[in-house]
């Protein structure tokens, strides 16, 4: 099984558009231990010929660009994207969808709480269901990936809710302190290859690790998790914005509550940051936090970063 | 005033993610004569600070990036773009406004039918209102573009109805042959500096010149117009599709039914295919298509292409 880091950085990439802060400023000038981060997505193959997305994220046109293994291998149309998988409604993580057009067949999984948003919103008619078969994916039961054709992927999944928070554009302000924020919002996903014992986590958000969780993660072999931001005020801290990383639905890397001293004591032999917001100084090569997360097992991933299992 | 050209393809760019077609192929191989094309796009200034885009492009994130003009002057948060402008209601002319988010100030000008599809698809609730400001662009009327606080910008708009079509995800087939098609669905834009007497059209989309549209653009300094196919069955010819460029709501560049035909009773100093489909050979600089068209007095415009006025 393969996996392909598309997209490493949070919604609005890294640099963000209209970011000035010390990360963004870094990239644009494009200096040593700097890269460009475009937003949350990876891609996943069992036979290095049907590729999977999870998340399909605004760039995900620059990405497909990217990355060879997604160019189209026939004519006159073709596309080596079979599939994706949605792990929730977030902006970042579904409006590349509207880029998949053009009569390719995809069989799209979400929870029926996304589906039934996506619906909701007609600009997603574009999916023309001739050929993007939507499929519910129903929590805590592991299934195979198949194609619109129901050819089979090799892929297993299971998803489950973790603790989180409803997209963005979706929050209602009168529903109280969660916005409306219902179980199904915010999913973790364990992938395994159907031919090997290899699995890995992928759990781009998490606001919390519930004993539940870390039973399910601990012995296992691989995590990619929500590295979103350094610290909780981080974003009030660099200026450009009061939300804390709790009201965003995500958990912080660094402190007693962060996810560095939580997995402390889980048993995950490799683990990676991914989805790392633009304020986030891990961004940097050369900085101190980077070294620190390092230090304490913890990698940083990349666009284009690949990973074989 | 400056006319900077974010985006010179249709529709998916080119290449386009699921075509293989001999240009998409020769972009991608990156072979001399070729280049990377976005999506439809262009940004025009007339101070060289406050930027107004016409149409935001899916690629919208990439094209910010690449142009220097566009990137944060100020910190924490800044951003040159003041404001948005849109042709049409098409996926690849609004997607890109889902990327406008966080926090900027910025006016939203478009017809009134394309605000009512925008506001009856919640996914565009990311731009908040307390900073999108949503003004109604009336036809055939000139105005001044203002930015979100209302400072004048020195950029004059006149919108008008040019034939056309209403977006395909938008397109009702109980409504027989123009798809539920109604005026204002496809505007073109003159677009006039206020300090000096420069001006220019921009037309990405038009299905046919109409005496009332030649009146308008007779005698002009500058068009950029809609280039997107060479000949009318050329999606079919490519075996990509079988949509026609009528069907689409484009005229082709070739054939007595063509633009290069019908613009030589026209009089305009200076034209530029813009909107250009991954299928159309004029991509290509060493076609004999490009060649056609530059003798017929055409430029082919490319990402990136700067114009002052």
Known sequence: MKLLVLGSGAGGGSPQWNCNSEVSMAVREKRDGTSIRTQSSIAVSADNENWFLFNASPDIGSQMLK????????????????????????????????????????????????????????????????????????????????????????????????????????????KGANFGTQEGDTIGLKISSKNSSKSFFYIPACAKITDELRNRIDNSDLILFDGTLWKNDEMEDSNVGEKTGQRMGHMNNSGLDGSMEIFKKINVKRKIYIHINTTNPILLDYSNERKIVEQNGWEVSYDGMEIDL
């Open 67 to 174: 990355n060879k293994q997604l160019h189209p291998k026939k004519k006159p149309r073709h596309s080596p994207i079979s599939g994706v998988v949605l792990t929730n409604g977030d902006v970042d993580h579904v409006a590349g969808l509207l880029t998949l057009r053009e009569r390719q067949n995809l069989s799209l999984y979400a929870h029926k709480r996304v589906h039934h948003v996506l619906s909701q919103n007609s600009i997603f008619n574009v999916l023309n269901p001739d050929y993007v078969d939507k499929r519910e994916m129903v929590m805590n039961k592991e299934f195979e990936l198949e194609t619109k054709t129901f050819k089979k992927s090799g892929i297993l999944v299971e998803a489950f809710e973790v603790p989180g928070k409803i997209a963005l554009w979706l929050e209602d302000e009168s």
